[in-house]
């Protein structure tokens, strides 16, 4: 007989994360809707297939969503939208950060002398 408490999971639960997912809703978000820990959905993820893919669906639409409407403000001038676009798109050119390669060789010559008292 297997031990534990039954599950909370039931086979509409990949439409509801799906859908709170396409408003952005993170795994602790899942896991206050549907009233079980965040322990509960990291193994409904892992273990859970359909559940797994309605996420990453609801997820990935709202980021195209976004992705969309951050394009639209860009090609409409808006130039906070153009330069985190390009920031994030062509970091190499865009970026603040740049970093700077540090490796080499250091040649030192240590001088130590005898002091008399």
Known sequence: MAGGRPTKYHKDMPEQARKLCLLGATNEQLAAAFEVSIESIQGWLRNKPEFLQAVKDGRENADGQIAGALYQKAM??????????????????????????????????????????
């Open 76 to 117: 409409g001038g808006d130039t906070t939208a153009m330069i985190f676009w390009l920031k994030n798109r062509r970091a190499a050119n865009w970026r603040e950060k740049h970093e700077v390669d540090h490796t080499g060789q250091l040649d030192l010559t240590v001088i130590t002398r005898k002091i008399v008292k």
